[in-house]
């Protein structure tokens, strides 16, 4: 997959499952992402930039593309991944179930 050789790469929701398992393999194909786990497969830290922060924040989402572009100088993949979260009855968030 040389596709992605030097490609700069977002994914969203990749602390975890599908998102862990994307940002790996784009690593292992040469693209530049912004997950930690992704050093084992290949990446050099130079490759890496992770931000932690509330993809439902429009400031957050602000600065994870410009501290991207600041640091690759381009962006050219965004892989969103994000799951949703709701609020429950209770207005707590997080996945909620109903017992009938």
């Known amino acids: 997959m040389t596709f992605f050789k030097r490609k ?3 994914v969203t929701g990749s602390s975890n499952g599908i998102g862990r398992s994307t940002a790996e393999l784009l690593a ?3 693209a530049k992402v912004t997950n930690d786990l992704c050093l084992k497969d290949g ?3 130079q490759d890496i930039l992770q931000l932690i922060g ?3 924040d429009e400031s957050f989402l602000e600065q994870l593309v410009k501290k991207t572009v ?3 100088g381009q962006l ?3 892989v969103n ?3 949703a979260s709701i609020y429950d009855l209770s ?3 997080g996945l909620s179930w109903v017992e009938k």
């Open 43 to 45: 990446a050099g830290q």
């Open 28 to 30: 292992r194909a040469g």
């Open 54 to 56: 509330d993809i439902t």
């Open 81 to 83: 991944n994000t799951g």
């Open 76 to 78: 050219d993949v965004l």
């Open 91 to 93: 207005d707590k968030k």
């Open 70 to 72: 600041e640091k690759f």
């Open 8 to 10: 700069v790469v977002i």
